[in-house]
Each structure stands twice: as structure tokens, then as C-alpha cells.
């Protein structure tokens, strides 16, 4: 492996890339079949994922026609990392078991172990017979939707493909490894002013940031719209917002501490609600919402922004549901992509249709908006969130970090990278984004 590794970190020729054995086994992150039921009885906040997450040698998988290898430079942590290693809501062998029984190729994936990861940037390394317009050498950041393009379901609006997954999440191979495999329809160019780990960090959250606020398979923002955004200085929040003020909208963020509070003001959030320092009790017991909860966050944000939000950026779930469908505005849309506090969601069906308001369900994003998601940190007009970065070996450490809310944006981890800082190609276009906007969410260096 050291040969490959030290061959990429050099920036060795195409050629030279083609030439260098490719090792059998590469270092990755990965849970067991073996341990998914270790959890048992215990409350989802005490299943420790550094527990079910191991570093260690795996097998590199043979490669697909369609499929490249990837030397990952940097890779990222993603909540739903968080998901495969508590085996919530379900454990992930499901996933794995059902893409084996598809095709010759899916049943490699049936493993009793999973590679995870779901972000990824670096340098193919090996190209299938069947990939055209990408080349060993070829410098990459990698987006994880995972299709079949046999299938024609897949062939509109490639989220709504009928097998539809998410690398590295229902697949395995994932991006937190040394290796991995993508196909070549995953890849989009790497951002040439960023280094490998800022990279790393944009291919899952902003593209689904960029499908609920931009595409128009989500909730489009147009100029003036009030935008509310929950966790906005978390992962998909803090591409929200700046999707929200590149449409002309005004973003309304809600955090849950002053420091927070400071970041997002620094990323150009004018309107920020701390809802620590609010103390809302949307429910009042754990069946029970409060209306006049909902009614005091509305009031606050018509103090901030003069009017009722047009569209609420809504994951938490059940945890602020019941307040989003409240405070949108008469005709607005409430778009949804998750439920981090719970999935069985309660709220007031009055306020929805007397008020002929939507809400509409979101999943990450096709090949198109991926790309154009990309597109947006190519040009410097979104900055990724990077606020710390990990090395592969403590990664599951920055998993229980983003499972109980401690960080702020997007953390990466450094697979192949040998330290923080490289892969720089456009020094030029930095320096026009921007070093310290670049910096915003690196709170260790503002402490
Ligand atoms: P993250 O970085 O952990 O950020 C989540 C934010 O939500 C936190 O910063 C927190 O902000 C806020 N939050 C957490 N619990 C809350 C509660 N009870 N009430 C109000 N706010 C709460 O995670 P992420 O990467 O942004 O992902 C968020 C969710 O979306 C996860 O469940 C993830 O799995 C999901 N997701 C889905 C897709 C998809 O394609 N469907 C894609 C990406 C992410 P404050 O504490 O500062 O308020």
C-alpha cells in the first residue's frame, strides 16, 4: 500500500499512477456483522460508536466496469455514520444484504463487515473498462448517490430511482478508508483552491442543501424569501444558509449556543435565533406540544425579519416539526430531509391546510444537482464548513463528537493526506475566496 500511497502523495505522473501495484487490502473504517446487536436495551445516546467502529486492514474489492479506484486524500464525517454505527433505525447488514441478492457485482457488497463513508476527495488510481470521461491521475471529489442506470426508474429525476442508495452508507466500500470504489458517474472535479480536506467535506451536505433550497425538486428560493434554517452552523444548516444569500433570501438561523450564534453571523447570517438562550419547550412533555411555544418562536422571528418564513429548512424532526408547520407562512413549505430528534413527527394539520401550506420531503440529490452543487464551491461562491480535522485512526471519536451535537459544520478525517494543508492547485482563485472566510468555522484557532 505504502508504494500506491507514497506515489499519490507525490503527485506522480498518470503513468507512473497506472504502473504501481495496486496492494490487496487498504486501511479502512468499518463496523462488524458480528456486533450489531451490542447495543441491545441501551438509549440511543449511550451507544458509544467508538464502541462498534474499528480501524483496520479490509480486502479492496474487485472493480466493476463502471467503477474507478479512488486514493481517498480526506474523507468527512456524516451523520449518518452516526446511524450505521448505533444500528439505528436499523442495522445497516439489511442495506448490505439487499444490494448482494441485485447483480454479480452488488454481491460483493454482502460482507460481515461495512466500510463507511459517504464523502470523499483524491486520486483515481485504477479506471474500469467501461468509464470514459475520467483518467488515472484525475483529481476528485465524490458525491453518494449510488445508482443503477440499467434501471429506467433512474432515468428522470435519478432520485427517484425505485434502488436508489447512498454510498457508503447502503453500500459498502465506502469514503473512510485509504481506497475506495466509486462509480464513475459518483465523480465530479475537486475544487482546485481547496486543500484535500476542505474537499472532503461538500459532496453530501451541500448537495442536499442545494436540492431543498436551489433545485426545483425542492423548495426554490427566490429573491426576499425568509428562509427559517435549523442546526444552521451544522452540516447541512451552514451550506443552507449560504445557499439561501447567493438566491437573494434572508436567512433566519437557529443555533444553540453564542459561540454558534458568532459563526453564522461571521458566514453573513444577519438574523440569528440562539435557542438555548430562548429556552423553547415546543413540548411540554413527551406527548404533549405547547402551541404557545410555537406562536413565542413566531413572534420572534416577525420581530427579526418582519414577516412568517416562506420556506423552513426542517430536519431536526420531531423535536421542531410541529413548530415548522406553525410558523411557515400562509402558502410557504416546509422542506424536510431528516429527523434527527425522532421520525414519528406530530403537528397540527389545521395550521397546514387552512393555511395552504406543504411540506415537502427531500433526499440528497442527482448527478445534475450534485455537480451544480459542486459547481458552487469550484467557483468560491459556497465555502465548506470545516471546522476540525481528525486522522482515520481517531475518526470514530468524531463520530460520537457529531452523535451528541459538539461540533460546529462539517469535520473532516485524513485517510491518505499526510497532514492538513495540501492539495492546493489554484492559489490565485484562494486568495480571491479568501483565507479567513475560508476559516470561518476553525473555532480552535479563534479560541
Ligand atoms: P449536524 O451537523 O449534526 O447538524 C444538525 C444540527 O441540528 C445541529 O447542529 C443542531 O443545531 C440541530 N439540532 C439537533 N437536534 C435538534 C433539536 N432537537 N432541535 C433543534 N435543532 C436541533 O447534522 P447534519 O449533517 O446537518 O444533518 C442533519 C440531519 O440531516 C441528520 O439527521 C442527517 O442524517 C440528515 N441528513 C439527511 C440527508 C438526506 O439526504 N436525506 C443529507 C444530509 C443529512 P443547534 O444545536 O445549533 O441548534
Redesign the pocket.
Known sequence: MTELLDAVRSGASRETLAETPLPPTTRALFVRRDEQDIFAGLASSDKDPRRSLHVGEVAIAELAPDEVYVVVMASSI???T??TSIFEPVSTFGFLDRLAKESVWGARHGLDYHVVGSDASGVIVRVGSAVRNWKVGDEVAVHCNYLDDQDPSAHDDSMLASNQR?WGFETNFGGLADVCVVKANQLMPKPTHLTWEEAAVSG??N???Y?MLVSRNGAPVTQGDRVLV?????????FAVQHVLNSGGVPVG????AA?AATLRELGCEFVID??EKQYRFWSDPHTQDESEWRRLGRDIRALVGDDPDIVFE??????MGASVFVAKRGGVVVT?????GYLIEYDNRHLWMKLKTIRG????NYREAWAANQTIVEGKVVPPLSGVYPLEDAASAVRD??H?R????IAVLCAAEREGLGVSDHELRARVGEERLRVFRRSEKN
Open positions: 456524516n451523520f449518518n452516526v446511524w447512498i453530501l451536505c448537495s442536499t442543501a436540492r435549523w442546526g444552521a452552523s451544522g452540516g447541512i444548516g451552514s437557529v443555533v444553540s449556543s454558534k435557542r438555548a430536519h431536526p424532526g420531531r423535536a421542531t430531509c431528516a429527523a434527527t430528534s427531500s433526499h440528497f440529490a457529531v452523535q451535537n461540533h460546529e459544520g462539517k
